[in-house]
């Protein structure tokens, strides 16, 4: 069974950039994987997600937050730009579970498994 972990997190001012790892060992890295983040006291939120040749982002993220996949590193990331204060939280990453790949499905914690611990990321002054 594949296991995640994430890295990269950290403290950034605001308008800076941070790159998240997703690692996978133990088995080649899905290509159906999300992005979620959590802050205390709030459900966990979907931030990005990528499958087949689908590349999907909550809007407050589009046009700063870019997902892809290292093949060589078998792993996801997440490159975030333009940080926002807003965008502080732990970010986990995790494998799409099965069943049908879609715009609601992909957004939907409940779909994925594997979830890493997740890494910490604060922005601010």
């Known amino acids: 069974q594949v296991q995640l972990e994430e890295s990269g997190g950290g403290l950034v001012q605001p308008g800076g950039s941070l790159r998240l790892s997703c690692s996978a060992s133990?088995?080649?890295?899905?290509?159906?994987m999300a992005w979620f983040r959590q802050t205390p006291g709030k459900e966990r939120e979907f931030v990005a997600a990528?499958?087949?040749?689908?590349?999907d982002y909550v809007d407050s993220v589009k046009g700063r937050f870019a997902v892809s996949i290292d093949i060589r590193r078998n792993a996801m990331l997440l490159q975030m730009n333009s940080l926002k204060p807003e965008d502080t939280g732990v970010y986990y990453c995790?494998?799409?579970?099965?069943?049908?790949?879609?715009?609601?499905?992909?957004?939907?914690?409940?779909?994925?498994?594997?979830w890493g611990q997740g890494t910490q990321v604060t922005v601010s002054t």
């Open positions: 990528m499958g087949g040749d689908t590349t």
């Open positions: 133990g088995r080649t890295i899905s290509t159906y």
């Open positions: 995790a494998n799409f579970g099965g069943g049908y790949w879609n715009s609601v499905s992909r957004r939907r914690p409940g779909q994925y498994v594997n």
